[in-house]
């Protein structure tokens, strides 16, 4: 596993989650006044309360795709703009100039799989395309529509597990080499 | 451009569906050396550009009270070739179903004159055979389903600690 991998905090707060539901789901076998008082459960008929653990457990996890896919994006995005510094250092020093601020000023808006794509070639091409069905899967949980299904179902775990992957072979394929910054080097301190 | 819907995906609902019924089968054995109950039954899935189907559920019983389910959710799984749930009263697992041989693609490495080719393995580190796997939350390593390790994940379920 990364040890610097943005989608820990997401992870590990889901993580968390997950294990409160499951307290709470053995404390309300025995429930006490002190333990429920004052919660959701004091009011809630004893008999619905599997059913509305189990509807919050499912609400919470689909949350948490959706927090750990934009953390992704947002790596993407970032690790995107370090190739500001690539193309700024070309020639001729003008032209490269501003075709590096108009990529930066530009590459937020881009299409999220057109982005996916250019990593096509160091990235396994069948994570690149896991990464796109976690982002599908992101959007059917975003815009749920009940008459149509997902075109492929995730859970946290899954879309963790396929992340941080993608962000492990981004990493290990995209450190620029010594001789790509001994090229860049000059034209980044001028 | 691959469409994202097909990338990286193998779909096949029919083996799916007889992948799932030889679990179903194979537990139901492990259960009945644990001397609990087992009841057969089905789940009939809607997923996008298949038609409606059914595939095989049970229902996992000790003295009359409902251990877990382990039920079919679908086919069409992010990476992995179709899953089925364990789930009882304080949690549930997602048990999914690894290819063992998955095909083998080119890393390029270098640009221009530099440009290579280095071949990277695919398959997934833990899976070494075609079968049902749980991965482990927070390691993230997908472990083979034997009847230790499902009954392991039966008790963690539903808090029955087997005598």
């Known amino acids: 596993m990364n040890s ?187 | 451009m691959n469409d994202p819907r097909t990338e990286g995906v193998q779909f096949s609902s029919r083996e799916y569906v007889q992948r799932v019924t030889h679990f179903v089968e194979e537990v139901s054995g492990w259960c009945k050396d644990r001397e609990l109950t087992v009841e057969r039954g089905a789940v009939s899935l809607r997923e996008q550009a298949v038609a409606p189907y059914e595939a095989a559920s049970l229902k996992i019983l000790k003295d009359g009270i409902l251990l877990g389910s382990m039920v079919p959710v679908g086919s069409r799984v992010i990476g992995a070739e179709g899953r089925v749930d364990l789930i009882g009263r304080v949690a549930r697992h997602a048990l999914l179903y690894h290819l063992g041989n998955g095909p083998v693609f080119w890393r390029q490495t270098g640009t221009g004159g530099n440009a290579a080719s280095s071949p990277s393995r695919r398959i997934r580190y833990g899976v070494h055979c075609d079968g049902w796997y749980w991965t482990e939350a927070t390691i993230l390593k997908p472990k083979h389903i034997d009847k230790d390790l499902f009954l392991d994940l039966l008790t963690d379920v539903s808090d029955y600690e087997f005598p």
């Open chain 1, 4 to 190: 610097h991998n943005p989608l820990d905090p997401v992870y590990k707060a889901y993580a968390v989650a997950s294990d409160c539901f499951r307290v709470v789901t053995r404390a309300i076998r025995n429930p006490s006044k002190e333990l429920i008082d004052r919660t959701h459960f004091d009011a809630i008929d004893p008999a619905t309360v599997d059913t509305a653990v189990d509807i919050a457990a499912q609400q919470a996890a689909d949350l948490a795709v959706l927090a750990l896919f934009a953390t992704f994006e947002r790596f993407v995005i970032e690790h995107l703009q370090m190739a500001n510094r690539l193309l700024a250092a070309g020639y001729p020093q003008q032209y490269s100039a501003k075709l590096a601020q108009k990529f930066e000023n530009e590459v937020e808006y881009w299409k999220f799989g057109e982005v996916l794509n250019l990593f096509k070639g160091e990235v396994d091409p069948d994570l690149i395309g896991q990464v796109k069905q976690v982002k599908q899967y992101r959007d059917w949980i975003a815009h749920r529509n009940p008459k149509q299904p997902p075109a492929a179902v995730s859970n946290p775990e899954m879309a963790y597990d396929v992340l941080t992957r993608t962000i492990e072979q981004i990493q290990q394929t995209h450190m620029p080499t010594a001789e790509v910054m001994q090229d860049v080097a000059p034209a980044l301190v001028e």
